[in-house]
């Protein structure tokens, strides 16, 4: 079965930071592009960051720039994202999703927001004085 599961989530006062975590089982990682995604309670899913196969490669929402990293490990089958600076308006369920490598770009990949070959089920990230 594949799987992709997202972790590290949390409550975390502004202008803190939290590491998020995609690991992969059933499956390797090293031919997908991965995003991260987010939704806020009422709102539509957006694309936050996302990174080609290779890792040669990423894409950032501008409300992240500069703020959040991406990365991946493909030896441990495993992206990361890791968010600094965190605001009350980065909060929300963050999702991992996972395209092929050969058929998308990280551009392409983070400008939709569905209809992923493969999603994880999310965590919590709360921002919050």
């Known amino acids: 079965q594949l799987q992709l599961v997202e972790s590290g989530g949390g409550l975390v006062q502004p202008g803190g930071s939290l590491r998020l975590s995609c690991a992969a089982s059933g499956f390797t990682l090293d031919y997908y592009a991965i995003g991260w995604f987010r939704q806020a309670p009422g709102k539509e899913r957006e694309g936050v960051s996302c990174?080609?196969?290779?890792?040669?490669?990423?894409n950032y929402a501008d409300s992240v720039k500069g703020r959040f990293t991406i990365s991946r490990d493909n030896a441990k089958n495993t992206v990361y994202l890791q968010m600094d600076s965190l605001k009350p308006e980065d909060t929300g369920v963050y999702y991992c999703?996972?395209?092929?490598?050969?058929?998308?770009?990280?551009?392409?990949?983070?400008?939709?927001?569905?209809?992923?070959?493969?999603w994880g089920q999310g965590t919590q990230v709360t921002v919050s004085s």
């Open positions: 990174i080609s196969s290779s890792g040669g490669s990423t």
């Open positions: 999703a996972a395209d092929p490598g050969w058929r998308t770009t990280v551009k392409a990949m983070c400008v939709m927001t569905s209809r992923h070959d493969y």
